[in-house]
Nanobody, 118 residues
């Protein structure tokens, strides 16, 4: 199983940028085969997919973040990133890193708080 640790969250003004990072450890040799994603959960809301990147680096974004967020991965370092630009107050949430193996085994990080002030 892969262990995931997120970093890079914080408080930012509307219109600003943040870069989240997710470090994977454990079964790192198979990291490159996993689909990686960033989910987010706002207070009182369900957790939702923000961005996803497959093992072949195909990406998928929620409509609400498309054009503002960019997901990327560095397989050699076992890292996944989420560059967030033009942040809005509605982007405020806890952001979670997610890893899914080709066999469907999922791992989650502990989450990192992103707060966007208006």
């Amino acid at each position: 199983q892969v262990q995931l640790v997120e970093s890079g969250g914080g408080l930012v003004q509307a219109g600003g940028s943040l870069r989240l990072a997710c470090a994977a450890s454990g079964r790192i040799f198979s990291f490159r085969l996993n689909t990686m994603a960033w989910y987010r959960q706002a207070p009182g809301e369900q957790r939702e997919l923000a961005a996803q990147i497959t093992s072949s680096s195909n990406t998928n974004y929620a409509a609400s973040v498309k054009g503002r967020f960019t997901i990327s991965r560095d397989n050699a370092r076992g890292m996944v990133y989420l560059q967030m630009n033009s942040l809005k107050p509605e982007d405020t949430a806890v952001y979670y890193c997610n890893s899914v193996t080709p066999l469907g085994s999922a791992s989650w990080g502990q989450g990192t708080q992103v707060t966007v002030s208006s």
